[in-house]
């Protein structure tokens, strides 16, 4: 029996943040099955979290208002993070973006997320 390849995709290149912002937008319509986003990010200040969330639309320049169910991760607090989701790619839409935002003291962080999935078709 032969597996299907699994294809990895980055959502947010490693990027310093200082302010909130959302990440280019993927287009999830050629996967299938669980998708697993692995998010590592960083926020250091007196103060600093980042608050980092998946969010979805139908359209890749939409308006991307729509939180993805259970695509919320820990906010991180002046500290290192790595953390992962996998969630079903039919309990998403078309497109999704990876929403931070920062908020507390001054400072910056860094945030990265990839995107590993299995094709529709090989």
């Known amino acids: 029996m032969l597996v299907p390849a ?12 200082t302010a909130t912002a959302v990440s280019s937008a ?18 250091s200040g007196t103060g600093v979290t980042n608050a980092i969330k998946l969010v979805d639309d139908d359209a ?8 993805v169910a259970s695509g919320g991760f820990t906010t991180v607090a002046n500290t290192a993070s790595q953390q992962v989701l996998t969630l079903d790619s039919g309990s998403m839409k078309r497109y999704v973006k ?8 001054t400072g910056e962080g860094v945030v990265s997320c990839s ?7 090989s």
């Open 6 to 17: 699994l294809e990895v995709k980055t959502l947010k290149a490693s990027a310093v943040v």
């Open 26 to 43: 993927v287009d999830l319509l050629d996967y299938e099955g669980p998708i697993t986003f692995i998010l590592q990010s960083t926020a």
């Open 60 to 67: 890749s320049g939409g308006s991307f208002a729509s939180d």
């Open 98 to 105: 990876l929403s931070f935002t920062v908020a507390g003291g």
């Open 115 to 121: 995107i590993v999935g299995r094709k529709k078709y």
